[in-house]
């Protein structure tokens, strides 16, 4: 890793204006630089979520098949995880002022070509555009952040950038429903024109170029090839494994691809003279602990919200909008939580609020294991909110771990592991929790449907049963008597609840062994490389 004389030589470098002048004006303002980068990032996580609420109207409209369907998601998850690392070594490069005003306006851009689109095959091209200048911008505003904050602020501000991932990422359902029910599917793509030129006006006027002294100066082209041909396959093999089947030699054969590519990237990157990832910065323990905590934090939490949507929309029968409304408690404590998390990060350091998070979050999954077809709302409420809590510090320490302990001129590619982390760690535990809700629904389906004394189904019907019922939906067939039908919604919705629980109980289990990884997490051994001398 480099020395922290050189890095000290960086921050004060007369290229990188935060190193010892006191912001004056707008440009360069770190609270004005906090608010612009935090538009820009909430437009992006929130299409990670929303969409996901217009996906029906768009394939009723433009009569697209599901898979077709699973490619408006897919598209955007993979480009966006693909491009995450060498998105931040480009703005190490030339620059995170400069790639986060492109990703901004590439985003905003790709948004309105989705909404003029009138076949579904435009639909997955813009919305893989949108992923790669997603990409663009996530981790250029984490560099911004890192060079414009004086180190005993930069938590604060750190925690209030996490309570805007969170607090988007929890309410795009939200507002998804709200849009598609009373307006359009468009306007969910549409909104994103405005708030996109409302962030390139104030970015154009208040963001300021910090580069170290020795930034990179080259690109090592076979590294981001490897890497990102490596983070591809495990993204698909997560992503088609529940359909092709996790011993299918197609899984298999793309987790194995992965896993080679990985370690052919691994060795290039001992050769080169300035490679993508220097594998120096894994020395750190509390930045590869960071890691592995970001990756467990984000399996919990996006697996988990996938399940509670279908637990409220197909299990308690509520509409969008008000399932939406159930997770406020979950959003709002993240809203609350972060900034506090990032005061309690700076004043004790990050390892007692991050295992205390994690800590909150285990009871939490192990809670909503308990829930049951009529668990009222007050009883989720309260398990969302512990959720909010225990993810809120977990989100700003870990952050602050692995940008903190990586050298300032590697800002970018940190902020690029940081938010790769989170999607290799939601794809993972969507794929994961999802296998083992499958898995309990194929085996207790046929006893719970005999038990019932429901009349027998042939192997096929019951694929197709299964099938509905792991998503929460009941296969009531059109004539289907009330009493049958009653019988055969209670036999889906136990069942679900059932795999669900399983699942949440193994999240809460990832849980407990990411608290015992953040006691290996510290303060971050850089954070003085920033804006250190600075003031605000």
Not at 125 to 136: P, S
Request: charged share 10%; proline share 5%; aromatic share 6%.
């Amino acid at each position: 890793m480099t020395s922290q004389p050189t890095l000290e030589k960086a921050s004060r470098d007369p290229q990188d204006p935060a190193g010892s002048v006191p912001a004056k004006g707008l440009r360069g303002h770190p609270w004005l630089t906090l608010f612009s980068v935090a538009i820009g990032v909430m437009m992006v996580a929130l299409d990670g979520t929303i969409v996901a609420i217009a996906n029906p109207a768009i394939q009723q409209d433009l009569g697209a098949s599901l898979a077709d369907v699973q490619w408006i998601t897919n598209g955007y998850m993979l480009a966006l995880a693909v491009s995450l690392i060498t998105a931040g070594k480009l703005g190490d490069r030339f620059g995170h002022r400069q790639t986060f005003l492109i990703g901004i306006a590439g985003f905003a851009a790709a948004s309105a070509a989705i909404g003029f689109s009138s076949s579904v095959a435009l639909v997955i091209v813009f919305r893989v555009l949108q992923g790669l200048f997603g990409a663009l911008l996530m981790p250029a505003a984490l560099g911004l952040l890192r060079a414009t904050f004086p180190a005993e602020k930069l938590n604060m501000a750190i925690g209030i950038w996490g309570m805007v991932i969170g607090a988007s990422t929890a309410g795009g359902p939200i507002l998804g429903g709200v849009l598609v029910e009373h307006v359009s599917w468009q306007s969910v793509f549409f909104i994103n024109v405005p708030v996109g030129v409302i962030a390139l006006v104030m970015g154009v006027l208040i963001l300021k170029d910090h580069r170290a002294e020795n930034a990179p100066r080259s690109f090592d082209i076979a590294g981001i090839v490897l890497l990102s041909t490596a983070m591809f396959c495990l993204i698909w093999a997560l992503i088609k494994g529940a359909e092709w089947g996790w011993g299918d030699t197609k899984t298999v054969g793309f987790l194995v691809a992965a896993v080679a590519l990985f370690v052919a990237f691994a060795l290039v990157q001992q050769r080169v003279r300035e490679p993508l990832i220097p594998l120096a910065m894994f020395r750190s323990v509390p930045l590869s602990a960071g890691t592995v905590l970001m990756v467990l934090m984000a399996f919990g939490f996006m697996g988990g919200l996938f399940f509670v949507t279908f637990y409220l929309q197909n299990v308690h029968g509520l509409s969008p909008v008000d399932s939406g409304l159930h997770l406020l408690p979950l959003t709002g404590m993240m809203i609350v939580a972060s900034p506090l998390a990032g005061a309690m990060i700076t004043k004790f350091g990050p390892r007692v609020p991050l295992v205390g998070g994690m800590v909150s979050t285990a009871v939490a999954m192990f809670g909503m294991s308990q829930l049951t077809v009529d668990t009222s709302t007050l009883t989720m409420s309260i398990w969302f909110a512990l959720l909010g809590l225990g993810l809120a510090p977990v989100m700003v320490g870990a952050t602050e771990v692995i940008v903190g302990n990586a050298p300032m001129e590697l800002s970018g590619v940190a902020g690029g592991l940081q938010q790769a982390a989170m999607q290799v760690g939601g794809s993972l535990g969507t794929a994961v929790l999802g296998a083992i809700m499958a898995a309990g629904v194929d085996s207790k389906l046929p006893d719970n449907w005999k038990e019932a004394q429901l009349p027998p189904l042939s192997p096929e019907q019951l694929d197709q049963a299964s099938s509905a019922i792991k998503v929460g939906m009941p296969p009531v067939a059109e004539g289907t008597p009330p009493e049958v039908a009653g019988k055969i919604v209670n036999v889906a919705h136990d069942t679900f609840v059932s795999g669900m629980s399983t699942a949440f109980m193994v999240a809460g289990i990832v849980a407990v062994i990411a608290a015992l990884v953040a006691t290996l997490t510290k303060r971050g051994e850089n954070a003085e490389a920033g804006a250190g001398v600075g003031h605000i």
